[in-house]
């Protein structure tokens, strides 16, 4: 990092910090107690920080990494500080723990963009450092840097995990991975991102080879037709399939083999991945899931899936391949017709945004959900052509893991997206200067919008006294 990215990075990362102070402190005015899933996490950490480590609320679905951090974390500063009774653990201090978890993410962010584009020399320290800052002010995370949820935590060791991956520290990354686990379970879909990173690599390696013993150049271990995909399939298949490529791969990716095995252990012994009530999160084949993902996607990613140079690009390719868009279109018409699961929460909250998406787009007419199908397929054509930079089974690998992140949830919650949108941000091509700072401040407009409307526009419930906000 050269000495002028240094200073303009700190200055980005203290400005941002200070920001979130301030926000944080009008948060903490406005809405003093526990609110939302505050309820169950605060009551938990309060538990663990006096000595009552065998005290669980049922309602709890994740491990307890969030509450077992929280009190390593209070309770040695607590002693430094000279700090006694209601302070140490108090709903502020717990909700500050997230702070930190943001400052952290802004600079791992940072890193993470440095090594994947540290090829790219057209890329500026000054637009490494706006893209950090843009996706550090992510609306659907930033939120959660002011309560007590595990998302900035998650989020926090995942991204450590994902950066010492990419440089070769397997071992740490398979430990922070473990990390991420215990701070939600899903995670352990991204410690085989981690790993299907090293083997997409040595795959990438071997493809080369094989075309260069086959002086074929028609075909791309980039890109190609659906023959060269077929192909690329087939070449897959046989080198998993040899016993000496099995133990190679076994060799660079044992940690995280282990930690996957571990993860099985672990449902078996539990009876499923949720820890406490399942009744409401039960998992299911929710196919639909993709397509919100990406509508969620060209939403926050607009200044570069949303554009005219885009849409005509796909109109080409559309006219080019009809027969294939028109397979994809009836198939993504059959899963939304047989695989459409609407949640007990997402008719009943009205706290969250999810429910007036459902309420004002998807209830306007049974047949909306079916008017959307070309949208989607604009918008997994856009999302995968922004990934053509990667190698076909980099992006192969992430698809499966986007998947099993977000097929089973029955339930359509944003905070779901939060980690495949950011290794799906961090791993497209740089947008140009202006469209840079047209997204930065869109995300700037969406988080004061959100803002205000929490800390603002309050409401009731029949039969209720407490105080309801809006937020994500």
């Known amino acids: 990092m050269e000495r002028a990215e240094a200073y303009g990075f700190s200055g980005a990362m203290s400005g941002a910090f200070l920001l979130s102070c301030l926000l944080f402190a009008a948060v903490s005015r406005r809405q003093r107690g526990p609110y939302m899933d505050e309820v169950f996490h605060v009551p938990q950490a309060q538990a663990y920080c006096q000595g009552r480590f065998l005290q669980w609320d049922p309602m709890i679905t994740t491990l307890p990494g969030l509450y077992l951090l929280s009190v390593g974390v209070v309770k040695p500063a607590a002693w ?46 000054f637009q490494r450092i706006l893209s950090a800052l843009t996706l550090a002010m992510f609306p659907t995370l930033y939120f959660f840097t002011f309560l007590y949820y595990t998302d900035p935590g998650s989020v926090f060791f995942t991204l450590f995990s994902y950066l010492m991956c990419l440089y070769g520290n397997h071992k740490t990354s398979a430990l922070l991975g473990f990390c991420g686990f215990m701070f939600r379970q899903t995670n352990i879909v991204w410690t085989v991102f981690c790993a299907g990173n090293v083997v997409a690599e040595k795959l990438n390696e071997a493809w080369k080879i094989e075309l260069q013993k086959k002086r074929d150049e028609k075909i791309s271990s980039r890109k190609g037709s659906f023959s060269d995909l077929t192909r690329i399939l087939q070449f897959l298949v046989e080198y998993l399939l040899s016993p000496k490529n099995l133990v190679t791969l076994t060799a660079l990716t044992w940690p995280y083999i282990i930690l996957v095995s571990l993860f099985f252990v672990f449902v078996f012994i539990n009876g499923g991945i949720v820890v406490g009530d399942r009744s409401s999160h039960e998992a299911c084949l929710h196919f639909p899931q993709l397509f919100y993902f990406l509508s969620f ?26 027969v294939q868009y028109s397979l994809i279109t009836v198939i993504f018409l059959f899963l939304i017709w047989k695989f459409t699961f609407v949640h007990k929460y997402l008719l009943a909250d009205n706290r969250h945004y999810t429910f007036y998406v459902w309420r004002k787009v998807f209830q306007r007419h049974e047949l909306v959900k079916y008017l959307l199908v070309p949208f989607y397929v604009f918008a997994g054509w856009s999302f995968a052509d922004t990934l053509k930079s990667k190698s076909i089974f980099w992006i192969l690998m992430y698809f499966v893991c986007l998947l099993a992140v977000t097929v089973p949830q029955k339930l359509l919650e944003f ?29 700037i407009l969406v988080n004061a919008v959100t803002f205000y409307l929490f800390l603002n526009r309050t409401f009731q419930w029949e039969n209720s006294e407490e105080v309801q906000r809006f937020m994500w």
């Open 80 to 125: 430094l500080l000279g700090w006694t009774g209601s302070v140490v653990c108090s709903v502020g201090m717990l909700r500050f723990i997230n702070l930190l978890f943001s400052a952290g993410n802004f600079y791992l962010l940072y890193l993470l963009l440095f090594k994947i584009h540290q090829k790219n020399k057209a890329v500026s320290g």
């Open 297 to 322: 996607t060209v939403f926050f990613s607009f200044p570069h899936l949303l554009t005219p140079t885009k849409i005509k690009k796909f109109l080409l390719s559309l006219r080019k391949h009809p």
């Open 415 to 443: 905070r779901y997206f939060i980690l495949p949108f950011l290794i799906y941000k961090l791993n497209i091509p740089f947008l140009s200067l202006y469209r840079q700072l047209l997204e930065l401040a869109f995300y």
